[in-house]
């Protein structure tokens, strides 16, 4: 692909051709080398056993069913039911490691502090913890002990589920049979079930997906940023700056990437404790850049500057002047070591069953969290003076954005217009239109789609229409980098919509509120759901009912099949815009794709009142999400 066909941003650009002139791969060029496999790509591949592999071929030539006699249904759900289980348990370790330090942190077994004092007592109170007698850190301990029961409880519903869900979602859930018990219990029964010989009914497995998503939404994501609010304080309004031009040439640069902000928050700690080492060494000073969605937490708490989103990640090197990349655990692509092998870069991984060959590893514990953040930041120092001057080149020009928007920070500046009943007017613009609706817009970038492209188009089209957006993830990233996050972006919004943002804005001191809020990392989806769930108890409505959406234009991560899911079964629509790998079965697509008005039995729309919508053009996405919010719209105005 040229370089206007593999992304938007001319700074991406800029250090592509970079990368191709001087010989480097990337996955932008490794995903054009690659041919797709026409059957993986439908789902219709099994290698869940030794009798196979097997696959079915389309349009019934060739055998239909497995070896083992599985059909083509049965093949696609559990292919789906695999990636669910892999999304969820990626952001359920990520819930636990957190769970894990605040434990450690309440027994001053780990050197971190509590900064949100206020977040702990709310959450220790509506867990139902009497505190009265209890010292702060023994509140603490007993929220993170009741956190650490969701991975362990054999009976009843996980503590974070009666914690955060809407009353009427639990209902249907509980009808279903699916609402989880504790995490660990939930994955290990879908990988069981999921194997030769078990769950052979394609409706049954999907249900077993929607518990995945059940479980990446409250042992992942809520239960992540309810403890990472407490431990490192409740974002509040921010402003940074995105693109690859935050790196500088004068400073030791050091990239943070993946998720978990233990190590994170230390590394920038510490970057300003060794600024005196970084001087000796002749750089001016350290400068800490983000990447993916490690780079949205430290935007969040601490205003750091965010380098690149997901597709990206192997051009901040290829700038030459990036001394360390600091990973801790996912959507690390192998392919930044053998970049960083043409650079001065050096990779350093941080946990025990994250490691990449060739890589330097540093153990983090979050006991040891400042002898480990030190010895990384030494590192780092320690090899400017490798850097190949004929390598360095940084493209100019950052973007402004204001970040930092959690709920509590939303609801402080809905305050400004009714400190009574925060909520109304959201809700009065609804009823009257001038708010059409409420969007998501979430998700990654991907190397195989133009990136910035998907996610930036819909938002537009829906900013246009009046449609209110939050958004997380890299789709935040590419939001930020295009002006979607500060004043400049202000002109896509319709009319409705603007008057809203700057009324709001203007209460809180601002000119406006930006045109989209960036409301954090991918655990950090939680806060759309907890928005939405306040809109829904003030209305005395079930979440089916609002006109809101989620769409994940760019997608690459199981990891958005799976929070996707969790939004699917509270009955909001999800809009994808990368194939999910189901087209192989018709059953399937009927199952997730299919609306109320269908003839087919059982859909998620009639269950959960919300359903997925795969769509690649971002134009017709945004029109069938119009679509769905004006369907909302009616039923709940009427
Ligand atoms: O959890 S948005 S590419 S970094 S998966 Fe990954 Fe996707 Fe980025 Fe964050 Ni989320
Ligand atoms: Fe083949 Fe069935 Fe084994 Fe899958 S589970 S590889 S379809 S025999």
Redesign the pocket.
């Known amino acids: 692909r040229d370089l206007e066909s593999v992304s938007i941003d001319p700074q991406v650009q800029f250090l592509l051709d970079k990368a191709r002139n001087e010989n480097v791969l990337t996955a932008f060029d490794r995903a054009d080398m690659m041919n797709i496999c026409g059957f993986g790509s439908t789902g219709v591949c099994c290698r869940h056993c030794l009798e196979g592999p097997c696959r079915i071929a389309p349009n019934g030539k060739g055998p239909q069913t497995g070896v083992c006699g599985a059909d083509v249904h049965q093949i696609v759900a559990r292919s789906f039911l695999n990636h669910l289980t892999q999304g969820s348990s990626g952001h359920a370790e990520h819930g636990r490691e957190v769970a894990l330090t605040l434990l450690e942190v309440a027994e001053g077994k780990a050197p971190y502090q509590i900064k949100d004092v206020d977040k702990l007592y709310r959450v220790a109170h509506d867990l139902e913890i009497v505190t009265e007698d209890l010292s702060m850190n023994e509140v603490a301990k007993e929220v993170a002990l009741k956190a650490l029961e969701d991975f362990q409880k054999q009976t009843g519903i996980m503590n974070w589920v009666k914690l955060r869900a809407h009353e009427d979602s639990l209902n249907t859930w509980n009808k279903l049979g699916i609402t989880p018990v504790n995490a660990h219990l939930e994955i290990t029964k879908a990988v069981a079930r999921n194997a030769m010989g078990c769950d052979a009914d394609p409706t049954n497995l999907i249900l077993g997906g929607v518990t995945m998503g059940l479980i990446d939404g409250y042992a992942g994501l809520h239960l992540s940023t309810d403890l990472q609010d407490i431990l490192f304080g409740t974002p509040k309004a921010v402003k940074a700056k995105y693109s690859m031009a935050v790196l500088d040439e004068k400073k030791i640069n050091i990239a943070v990437h993946g998720?978990i902000p233990m190590l994170s928050e230390k590394s920038v700690e510490w970057s300003r404790r060794l600024e005196d080492e970084a001087i000796k060494q002749g750089a001016t000073g350290i400068n800490i850049v983000g990447v993916?969605?490690t780079g949205n937490e430290l935007l969040m708490r601490q205003g750091v500057s965010v380098a690149s989103?997901?597709s990206s990640q192997e051009l901040v090197i290829v700038s030459g002047v990036l001394e360390a990349m600091v990973v801790d655990i996912?959507?690390i692509m192998p392919g930044i070591q053998q970049v960083a092998e043409c650079y001065h870069t050096e990779i350093i991984t941080t946990l025990p069953y994250v490691k990449i060959a060739g890589a330097t590893h540093v153990n983090f514990e979050p006991s040891e969290a400042d002898e480990a953040a030190q010895e990384i930041v030494m590192k780092a120092i320690n090899r400017f003076s490798k850097r190949d001057p004929e390598k360095i080149s940084i493209p100019d020009q950052t973007v402004d954005a204001y970040a930092g928007f959690s709920t509590e920070q939303i609801v402080e500046a809905l305050s400004g217009l009714n400190g009574e009943d925060p909520l109304k007017p959201v809700i009065d613009a609804l009823v009257s239109g001038k708010i059409r609706g409420i969007a998501a817009l979430?998700?990654?970038?991907n190397p195989r789609e133009k990136q910035d492209y998907g996610n930036t188009v819909v938002t537009k089209e829906l900013l246009k229409n009046n449609v209110l957006v939050v958004s997380t993830?890299?789709?935040a990233h590419s939001l930020a980098k295009h002006n979607l996050m500060n004043f400049d972006g202000l002109e896509y919004c319709g009319e409705g919509l603007k008057e809203v943002l700057e009324a709001v804005g203007n209460a809180a001191g601002l000119p406006s509120l930006p045109p989209t809020m960036h409301m954090g990392?991918?655990?950090d989806n939680s806060r759309p759901a907890d928005l939405l769930t306040a809109i829904a108890n003030r209305l005395g409505v079930s979440m089916n009912e609002l006109p809101a959406v989620g769409s994940c234009p760019e997608?690459?991560?199981p990891?958005?099949l799976s929070i996707g899911t969790f939004f699917i079964a509270h009955g909001i629509d999800v809009h994808i815009g990368v194939s999910p790998q189901l087209s192989g079965s018709e059953f399937v697509t009927n199952v997730l794709y299919g609306d109320r008005t269908d003839e087919h039995e059982v859909n998620a729309d009639k269950l959960f009142g919300g359903k997925l919508i795969y769509e690649q053009d971002p134009y017709t996405a945004a029109k069938l999400l119009l679509e769905r919010i004006d369907m909302k719209r009616e039923t709940l105005l009427n």
């Open positions: 998720h993916c969605c989103s997901f996912q959507c979430v998700g990654c970038t993830g890299c789709a990392s991918c655990v997608t690459h991560s990891k958005a």
